[in-house]
């Protein structure tokens, strides 16, 4: 199984990918979490994309499309995989198709997380990743007990560099001008599936597994 996850930041799309994930053995590919931990690890990429990130603005085609190459050629990627930040914006979702042609593979569904615009803000400064067990959090929607646990395994609860209200403000406005336009282009091939993202974490996911045929 093949999925394309698309919706606005803030919209659950890393939160969904990462409970198939679990429960599916189908590996989460998140460009973002990619390009985070180049840039943790001082690596050249890295260096070169940090200032474009904390812009919040889209780093270049082809580091992006280098990275995905290399992470969809990985055994883990040949039964499927979920696609989570990318592709951001027409010439990738192209280039996409191409890499998988190469491979004989392609999408099976892309599933838009269709959330309020207003409560994206809260979700995003609200987020926290745990640095134990990389679990993504919220201080405003988590369960008090979650908050806890992350403490409790040792780890703390992290903030992203990107996740500040001025960056918020440009990172929404990027996604509406550049990846927005992917809902169209899905919807043409006749893959698009939306999902009501707003409300409780457990109702989404349901909704979720439900869109790309799982029980
Ligand atoms: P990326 O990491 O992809 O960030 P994003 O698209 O901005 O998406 P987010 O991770 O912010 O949101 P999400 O939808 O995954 O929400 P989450 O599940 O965490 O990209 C970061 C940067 O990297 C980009 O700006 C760009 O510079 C670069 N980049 C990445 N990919 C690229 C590409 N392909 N091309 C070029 N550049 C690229 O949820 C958010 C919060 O809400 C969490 O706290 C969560 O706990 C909470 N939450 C989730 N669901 C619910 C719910 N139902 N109710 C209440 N709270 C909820």
Redesign the pocket.
């Known amino acids: 199984m093949r999925i394309v996850m698309l919706?606005a930041?803030?919209?659950?799309?890393?939160?969904q990918a990462q409970r198939l994930q679990q429960d599916h053995q189908l590996p989460q590919v998140?460009?973002?979490?990619l390009?985070r931990r180049a840039v943790a690890d001082k690596t050249p990429l890295g260096l070169k994309a940090k200032a474009?990130?904390d812009a919040?603005?889209?780093?270049s085609d082809e580091i992006?499309l280098g990275m995905i190459k290399e992470r969809l050629a990985k055994p883990d990627a040949k039964r499927g995989f979920i696609l989570?930040?990318?592709?951001?914006n027409l010439a990738?979702a192209d280039s996409l198709n191409a890499v998988l042609a190469e491979l004989g593979q392609k999408i099976d569904t892309a599933v838009l997380?269709d959330v309020d615009f207003e409560i994206l803000m809260k979700?995003?400064t609200?987020?926290?990743t745990c640095s134990k067990t990389g679990q993504?959090?919220?201080i405003y929607?988590?369960a008090p007990a979650e908050l806890e646990a992350c403490k409790k395994a040792g780890g703390e609860l992290v903030q992203r560099d990107?996740d500040n209200e001025t960056t918020i403000r440009n990172?929404l406005q990027v996604y509406e001008r550049q990846t927005a336009p992917l809902i169209d282009y899905y919807q043409k091939r006749s893959l698009l599936k939306t999902v009501e993202?707003?409300?409780?974490?457990n109702d989404?996911y349901a909704r979720f597994k439900k869109a790309v045929g799982l029980k």
């Open positions: 919706g930041p803030g919209s659950g799309k890393g939160t998140s460009t973002g979490d390009l474009t990130m919040g603005e889209l780093v992006v989570d930040g990318f592709p951001r990738q997380m979700r995003l609200g987020r926290r993504v959090l919220n929607f988590s990107d990172r993202a707003t409300g409780d974490v989404v």
